[in-house]
């Protein structure tokens, strides 16, 4: 199984702050590469899937890049419904391997 | 606007079964694969079975090969899970998960709110 490494696994920000969260395969997975926001108390929500493709109804402050061994989640002017916790995840092969996820935390 | 309804959780002794159910709605069921994805409570999230827009493939995480069973019934808009050979480690929330494609490209793109699954004695 593909493991996936998040980092940090937390991080404290502030409103309007730029912050960036990172995700490495143990391997190649060719930017099969999605990004979930999961708020506490519901379920997870797609933000970015195929490394960098906005999904539908996501805020443009939400980005996301990759390069092959790294893949990052970039949120630009951080709003105050933003502080949840983030999950990426490969879809290069089964199992699709989630990371541990990033507690993004109010400074 | 999509709608996934799990149902079917609860409290089950080891060793015994449980099915869970979704009922979607607001999408055309029969056009997108679907899945299972669980997390322990205040964990992290894991995929634990897959099946295509037809049912002709389907897929699991390791743990729950030869226990679980996904299928669907595209006549019914509705998704299961066979859960045989319960274990301690299979509690969790269980979603219910819609896949962005027919087939399983793990995109997942609308989720149940979840229902909880307790394993205990």
């Known amino acids: 199984d593909i493991q996936m490494t998040q980092s940090p696994s937390s991080l404290s920000a502030s409103v309007g702050d730029r912050v960036t969260i990172t995700c490495r395969p143990s391997?190649?997975?060719?930017?099969?590469l999605n990004w979930y926001q999961q708020r506490p108390g519901t379920a997870p929500r797609l933000l970015i899937f195929a490394s960098s493709r906005l999904h539908t109804g996501v805020p443009s402050r939400f980005s996301g890049s990759g390069s092959g061994a790294e893949s990052t989640l970039t949120i630009n002017g951080l709003q105050p419904e933003d502080f949840a916790t983030y999950y990426c995840q490969q879809t290069y092969s089964v199992p699709h391997t989630f990371g541990q996820g990033t507690k993004l935390e109010l400074k | 606007e999509v709608q996934l309804m799990e149902s079917g959780g609860g409290l089950v002794q080891p060793g015994r079964s449980l099915r869970l159910s979704c009922a979607a709605s607001?999408?055309?069921?029969?056009?997108?694969?679907m899945h299972w994805v669980r997390q322990i409570p205040g964990k992290g999230l894991e995929w634990v079975a897959g099946?295509?827009?037809?049912?002709?493939?389907?897929g699991y995480v390791d743990s729950v090969k030869g226990r679980f069973t996904i299928s669907r019934d595209n006549a019914k808009n509705s998704l299961y899970l066979q859960m045989n050979s319960l274990r301690v480690d299979d509690t969790a929330f269980y979603f219910c998960v819609k896949d962005r494609l027919g087939l399983m490209s793990g995109d997942f793109d609308s989720w149940g709110q979840g229902i909880l699954v307790t394993v205990s004695s």
């Open positions: 391997q190649s997975i060719n930017n099969y």
């Open positions: 099946v295509s827009y037809d049912g002709t493939y389907t």
């Open positions: 607001g999408f055309t069921f029969d056009e997108f694969g």
